[in-house]
């Protein structure tokens, strides 16, 4: 069962369990999803409670959903197995689009966006700040790929692996005109994402100007952040080294950045190219990725709350808490807390000012 708020000097805080409830269309505004349990989450603060998104398509679960800034909406993509004709013994992984879940009635429409298909995909989101554009990121393997691949049977792995391995991965970024039903790709070019169930590789500006985009450079394994105009798909600011971090890397100003630079957290500043290094944060003792704070938990950040405050996680055996960096100070203190699982994932969305206080 979950409790309302209760009222404390320092935070407020939501103690919730995992439900089996579907989201409703009366349960009011989301502002996080919680991959936890084989499912996809919605953490709603009216009710203090995780409700689980409803399946779409074929009854496969959601993939890389999004909030819209707002808590509105849900972007859900939709992927399902099918058996390959040419290969029997093995199935292919396909994409039945992107849908926009509104969460006032719970209908849904599909976005304009087709995707590439075959076995090696991924796809990631970024909804514009007034919801009515969406940036697809999508990375595949062309159809030479796939091609070779399927000479191979399923014993034979380490024979496709090595046949495959010169076939390089292909980005492409898509904008989305929600209204407009309109897909238009700006940026194309042989490279591939870092590989990361916890950042998003794709990020959104506050002001609606920028988007940001987290790429693997040519050198092998060295990603890269690449900045770019939202309306024309120019590149305005490449940061190499460095990748960015969480759900809401942007500052509120549209003009510093959150990045993971060989582990260490830092705030880029695009005006100047300077760097700080995020302060430690309790019990961490240096300024890496996953500092251990005491109780066998560990932080991890997620972006900026506000023009101060800064989101972060803390996973303790099976119970999550949200949690944010006290203005003026390295300690931190409750938003929200679930309990569930060991395998859980969060992702914040964009909220309109003093909505967490």
């Given amino acids: 069962m979950s409790e309302r708020p209760t009222s ?5 805080r939501w103690h919730a369990a995992m439900v089996a409830d579907p989201l409703g269309p009366t349960d009011g505004g989301v502002v996080a999803l919680i991959a936890a ?4 989450w919605a953490w709603v603060p009216e009710s203090g409670q995780l409700r689980a998104l409803p399946r779409l398509g074929r009854g496969s679960d959601a993939v890389a959903p999004l909030v819209v800034a707002g808590g509105g909406a849900v972007l859900i993509e939709v992927e399902a197995l099918l058996t390959d004709d040419g290969t029997p013994m093995l199935e292919r992984r396909f994409s039945e689009g992107i849908f926009r879940l509104d969460l006032s009635d719970l209908s849904t429409a599909r976005l304009p966006f087709e995707p590439h298909d075959g076995w090696e995909w991924c796809h990631e989101l970024a909804a514009s700040p007034d919801g009515a554009m969406v ?5 595949w393997r ?6 070779i691949s399927r000479q191979f049977g399923p014993g034979r792995f380490l024979e496709r692996v090595r ?7 292909w980005f492409a970024l898509h904008l989305v005109d929600v209204r407009a039903g309109t897909s238009t790709a700006i940026l194309t070019q042989p490279t591939a994402m870092p590989g990361s169930s916890e950042d998003r590789p794709v990020h959104w500006s506050p002001d609606g100007a920028l988007i940001a985009l987290s790429t693997m450079s040519a050198v092998p394994g060295v990603p890269m952040t690449v900045v770019i105009d939202a309306s024309t798909g120019d590149p305005r600011h490449t940061i190499d080294g460095a990748r960015l971090v969480g759900s809401l890397a942007w500052h509120p100003d549209s003009g510093r950045l959150l990045l993971d630079r060989r582990g260490r957290i830092v705030e880029h500043r695009l005006d100047t190219g300077g760097e700080r290094p995020l302060p430690p944060l309790p019990g961490a003792g240096s300024e890496t990725r996953r500092p251990e704070p005491p109780g066998n938990g560990h932080h991890r950040v997620l972006g900026y709350a506000d023009e101060e405050r800064l989101f972060t996680v803390t996973h303790r055996a099976t119970t999550m808490t949200l949690t944010r960096l006290v ?5 931190v203190e409750p938003v929200a807390r679930w309990s569930g699982s060991t395998d859980m ?6 909220m309109p000012p003093g909505f967490w206080g």
């Fill in 163 to 169: 046949a495959t391995a010169g076939i390089p991965r």
């Fill in 345 to 350: 994932y969060p992702r914040l969305t964009a």
């Fill in 37 to 40: 349990d084989g499912r996809h």
């Fill in 327 to 331: 203005p003026g100070s390295d300690q």
């Fill in 135 to 139: 940036a697809v990121a999508e990375e």
């Fill in 8 to 12: 404390s000097a320092s935070a407020p």
């Fill in 142 to 147: 062309p159809d030479e790929f796939y091609d």
